[in-house]
């Protein structure tokens, strides 16, 4: 059961600017922990998209931003483009289950 | 290059067991923690265990404790999940991944090995 949660669905057309959002709680995102962001394109794996919150992995655009505040954290993507037609996964960790890495809902980004 | 190569899905029965392997190569396997990450058919990620470098430290996810076990043979580069007591809601595409500790994100993962328990 995730403890993070997305909007299932966001949509956009090309160039448009589309955000995803994460709410968590005090035990996760509200208690410090970093937030992280993974993109899963149909029939392949996740792949590191945005680490401790906002910071870029080598490779990934610049299109791509994270932000977070309070209890919640945001990934933007700008510019949209047909390839970023994915899932895209929120991850951060939960001091109320021990050792647990937890994960978002997941949302898909259609382009329209 | 990093790469991660799981193997040893399949299909099992329910109440049957499997043994998962990972076979790391393109960093140094032994400094870094561990980790397999499942996704049921249509569904999204979960975390299900992690591993400290020498293996010391275990974490499970709670529906797995007492039934998986994650181990480590860094002398292999290889990482292994053995699944006992296998479920129907075991059912998913089994992910390892290298895990960085303290942030605790996934660096890099594996392309995946699917296990289906079904009778």
């Known amino acids: 059961q995730s403890v993070l949660t997305q909007p299932p669905s966001v949509s956009g057309a090309p160039g448009q600017r589309v955000t995803i959002s994460c709410t968590g709680s005090?035990?996760?995102?509200?208690?410090?922990?970093?937030v992280h962001w993974y993109q899963q394109l149909p029939g392949t794996a996740p792949k590191l998209l945005i680490y401790?919150?906002?910071n870029r992995p080598s490779g990934v655009p610049d299109r791509f931003s994270g932000s977070k505040s309070g209890t919640s954290a945001s990934l933007a993507i700008t510019g949209l483009q047909a390839e970023d037609e994915a899932d895209y996964y929120c991850?951060?960790?939960?001091?109320?289950?021990?050792?647990?890495?937890?994960f978002g809902t997941g949302t898909k980004v259609t382009v329209l | 290059e990093v790469q991660l190569v799981e193997s040893g899905g399949g299909l099992v029965q329910p109440g049957g067991s499997l043994r998962l392997s990972c076979a790391a190569s393109?960093?140094?396997?032994?400094?870094?923690?561990m980790s397999w990450v499942r996704q049921a058919p249509g569904k999204g990620l979960e975390w299900v265990a992690n591993?400290?470098?020498?293996?010391?430290?275990?974490y499970y996810v709670d529906s797995v404790k007492g039934r998986f076990t994650i181990s480590r043979d860094n002398a292999k580069n290889s990482l292994y999940l053995q699944m006992n007591s296998l479920r129907a809601e075991d059912t998913a595409v089994y992910y390892c991944?290298?895990?960085?500790?303290?942030?605790?994100?996934?660096?890099?993962w594996g392309q995946g090995t699917l296990v289906t328990v079904s009778s």
């Open positions: 991944a290298s895990l960085i500790p303290l942030v605790l994100y996934f660096q890099h």
């Open positions: 393109g960093f140094t396997f032994s400094s870094y923690w």
């Open positions: 591993i400290k470098q020498d293996g010391s430290e275990k």
């Open positions: 005090s035990s996760n995102i509200g208690a410090g922990y970093d």
């Open positions: 401790g919150n906002s």
């Open positions: 991850q951060s960790y939960d001091s109320s289950l021990s050792g647990s890495v937890v």
